[in-house]
């Protein structure tokens, strides 16, 4: 099936600090990608939708400046946490759609910042 | 909008049991219908899907079944694992954008 890898797996950061993930789609091209965030143990929490060659759309409540989102080519997202401060601390998580809105998720990116 | 309900958790279950996780729904239109499953420190996993009413999705011996009747979209494993412990998200898609909406989600519990 699709795969879609992230990375870094895990990063600890100093507050202040801006920290990249990326997100690849690794056997498909994808148009489209999702970024979400989940705080432990809870639901997914939609961020902000990536569109290769074009902006990206964000959720209400969501810092566009705070999350930068670049949809680089046809397999690759990245968001980059500007300024991360410990309350950005949370599991972010990227998927992009596949055949009949099947989601395909990477495995996400653990972000702590001290 | 669009919405998920899903049973709060967490479920603690003994091996081989009977599991439900109930699901409904809020939606327009006819949306997909989806049950992923997060194992722990990793990312969402499709476990079933069932994209029209009546449809039956089944995956490693879990069912759910698409009743338009009552929105609802429960899951069912017949004997539990061990291995079964993950949390379990419902969720729907539809009308165009790709768009996923998920429930709160069900942590379970499957003890030996």
């Known amino acids: 099936g699709a795969v879609v890898s992230q990375h870094p797996s895990r990063v600890i950061c100093k507050s202040g600090t801006s920290v990249k993930i990326e997100c690849r789609s690794l056997d498909f091209q994808a148009t489209t990608m999702f970024w979400y965030r989940q705080f432990p143990k809870q639901s997914l929490m939609l961020m902000a939708t990536?569109?290769?060659?074009?902006?990206?759309?964000?959720e209400q409540g969501v810092e566009k400046d705070k999350f930068l989102i670049n949809h680089a080519s046809l397999t690759l997202s990245t968001l980059t946490v500007t300024s991360a401060h410990p309350e950005d601390s949370s599991f972010y998580i990227c998927?992009?759609?596949?055949?009949?809105?099947?989601?395909?998720f990477g495995p996400g990116t653990r972000l702590l910042v001290l | 909008g669009d919405s998920v309900t899903q049973m709060e958790g967490p479920v603690t279950l003994s091996e081989e049991a009977f599991l439900t996780i109930n699901c409904t729904y809020t939606?327009?239109?006819?949306?997909?219908l989806f049950w992923y499953v997060q194992y722990p420190g990793e990312g969402l996993q499709l476990l079933l899907k069932a994209t029209k009413a009546d449809d039956k999705g089944s995956n490693k011996g879990f069912e759910a079944t698409y009743r338009k009747e009552t929105t609802s979209f429960h899951l069912e494993k017949g004997s539990v694992q061990v291995s079964d412990s993950a949390v379990y998200f419902c969720?729907?898609?539809?009308?165009?954008?790709?768009?996923?909406?998920f429930g709160a989600g069900t942590r379970l519990f499957v003890k030996a």
């Open positions: 939606a327009t239109g006819y949306p997909s």
């Open positions: 998927s992009a759609p596949g055949l009949q809105e099947t989601q395909y």
């Open positions: 990536s569109n290769e060659g074009s902006k990206a759309t964000y």
């Open positions: 969720a729907l898609s539809g009308g165009g954008g790709f768009k996923t909406i």
